[in-house]
């Protein structure tokens, strides 16, 4: 168990947050709130990433409040979101966890590590089998890993956002059009992630353009690298037409930033390119050259589309905190509905209904898959472009460019099968 003062410390990070503003209670809602935690870095090198994320859940859970709570037997109750502060490490995170669970919350929110995810699901297998009249669901929103959904599936797991082999495939739809494309650099983060998006590069360049030749294959310390300009002075030396990284946050901020300044041309495939900094960092020589694989983007052609985004942006209208993802918000809606089709709040009964969860907002759909618990969703891959171009009419973050929507993969065709052996209570 953490010391004392940690577990002070952490607690006295929770935010209770209920509709529209905090210590707010929906006039329908009735008894405790439902605690949910957010396991998060909240501080150091990725807090940028964190507080993002905080943003988003804290709009989903204002959502859910706002129409009066969690409809459940004995009357309605709202949700309730707690921060706890992972510092960017494994150690920290399962501090975190404890404290959450002593502090009564039976669902885990993570994301922004497959490293800490993969930690945390391992500590809540232990848990839920030592005390399960103190279980716990985990819910991620970010950490794509495959193996997380294969070969180290957990039923107290569910992931809501694509694997990163799913995102590969998506960026190699458009990639394999791309005739005039001959060498490519692979570039990552040196964690289980970033060896597992580079992985699968190979081995779909070898699968759907052996052709295109591989000239540099490297990866780097996680969130610790200040300095890229040596990364990129070696891709431009390489002679690659193009970048893949799965790199997110600083990293990925400071890699194209370090291209652009040593004068390198080339396409950037990515998977988190279109956010946190990374369309203001390139500028113009990010036009046409930066491709970027989500769930939603943006500047999707539908109006259910613009208005989710218009409804972010009056929700937070200040431009460094436009970081708005769709599958944070249908996660928080499956949720709800899994609470309430089960007519309870234990870890148990919510997460058999979670397996079946179906959800649409704004037009945009998913369902968890119950053999493995991968959410299938459609998947967008969007090329940078100035703002009021063709396509765009968003930017990101206020920098001028936005994402224009060159590919639309319905859920069928992005969905991928699992290897997973699922050990059900």
Known sequence: MPLPSRRQAIRACALALLPLAVGAQPRSATGAPIR????????????????????????AMERVNARGGVPLPGGAKPLQLARYDSKGTNEEALSALRAAI????????????????????????????????????????????????????????????????MRMAALMDVMREDR????VYLIGQDYSFGQAVLREARRQLAAQRPDVAVVGDELHPVGRVKDFAPYAVKIKAS??????????GNDLTLL???????????????????????????????????????????NLPTKGSEDFYRA????????????????????VEAL??????????????????????????????GRMRAQ??????????????????????????????????????????AQMPSTCRMQRP
């Open 336 to 365: 709800a509905q899994a609470m309430q089709q089960a007519g309870s709040t234990d870890a148990l009964p919510v997460a058999r209904a979670l397996e079946h969860a179906s959800v649409t907002l704004y037009g945009q759909a």
């Open 180 to 183: 005039a494309l001959k060498s």
């Open 372 to 413: 493995d618990h991968q959410f299938q969703q459609p998947l967008v891959v969007g090329v940078m472009d100035r703002l009021d171009a063709p396509g765009v009419k968003f930017d990101v973050e206020g920098s001028g460019y936005g994402f224009r929507v060159v590919r639309q993969i319905p859920a069928d065709k």
């Open 36 to 59: 949910v935690a957010l396991i998060e870095s909240l501080s150091g090198s990725f807090a940028n990433t964190g507080e993002a994320v905080f943003r988003n859940i804290v709009w």
């Open 102 to 165: 002593d502090d009564g919350a039976h669902f885990v929110l993570q994301g922004n590590s497959s490293a800490t995810a993969a930690a945390l699901i391992e500590a809540i297998n232990k848990h839920n089998q030592r005390e399960p009249g103190r279980r716990v669901v985990f819910l991620n929103y970010s950490a794509v890993d495959p193996a997380l959904t294969n070969d180290k599936c957990s039923f107290w797991h569910f992931r809501f956002d694509a694997h990163a082999d």
């Open 312 to 331: 972010f942006r009056a929700r937070f209208p200040q431009p460094q905190d436009d970081y708005v993802h769709m599958r944070m918000q249908l996660m």
């Open 256 to 298: 194209v930033k370090a291209a652009r300044e040593v004068g390198y041309d080339g396409m950037f495939y990515t998977f988190y390119g279109n956010a946190l900094g990374a369309p203001a960092a390139l500028g113009d020589a990010g036009v046409g050259k930066v491709v970027a694989v989500a769930d939603w983007l943006p």
């Open 239 to 248: 002679g690659a037409q193009a970048v893949i990284t799965g790199n997110w």
